[in-house]
């Protein structure tokens, strides 16, 4: 009980949109709005990967990463082959990725950045318990007009 106490406390609520510029090695300056949430969580670290169902990255806080992994991980029969294969799959490609103390610069792999089309200005999106990282330009091409996202609304809410 005394851990389950200490994640709830430690895990952030992300929200909100800011704008960043990758440098010439790949580096992105974190949000500032996003540092303050979790200034524990910054010593750890954070996973990224890319998502599963959209064209971004994806930012766990480590304790986040882990939680979620042990349960897809305990879902799985990894002596069974298509449980282990899906399982390689799932833990390839994701970067640990700590921001600098002085500057609160992240370093993410260009394999990863090229995976989703990031060059040059990013989006992080905030989405609760997670981060969205999305090429400017496509954040902007994905959004829903409002009378769509009122409509899908009422289909999965109610």
């Not at 750890?44 to 991980?73: H, I, N, P, T």
């Not at 994905?142 to 009122?150: L, M, Q, R, T, Y």
Request: proline share 3%.
């Amino acid at each position: 009980m005394h851990n389950t106490l200490l994640i709830i406390l430690f895990m952030a609520s992300f929200i909100g949109e800011y704008k960043a510029k990758v440098d010439d090695r790949g580096r992105l300056v974190f949000p500032s709005a996003f540092k303050e949430l979790c200034a524990e969580t910054l010593k750890q670290g954070f996973v990224v990967k890319k998502s599963l169902f959209a064209d971004c990255l994806e930012m766990f806080a480590y304790s986040e990463w882990e939680r979620d992994s042990q349960e897809v991980r305990s879902r799985l029969n990894l002596f069974n082959p298509e449980h282990d294969r899906f399982w390689r799959n799932y833990m390839r490609d994701r970067a640990l990725v700590v921001p600098d103390e002085q500057y609160g610069r992240i370093s993410i792999p260009k394999e990863l950045l090229n995976s989703v089309g990031i060059n040059k200005e990013v989006v992080f999106a905030g989405k609760d318990f997670k981060i969205e990282i999305w090429a400017k330009e496509k954040i902007e091409a994905g959004k829903i007009s409002e009378s769509d996202f009122v409509d899908l609304a009422q289909k999965l809410l109610g």
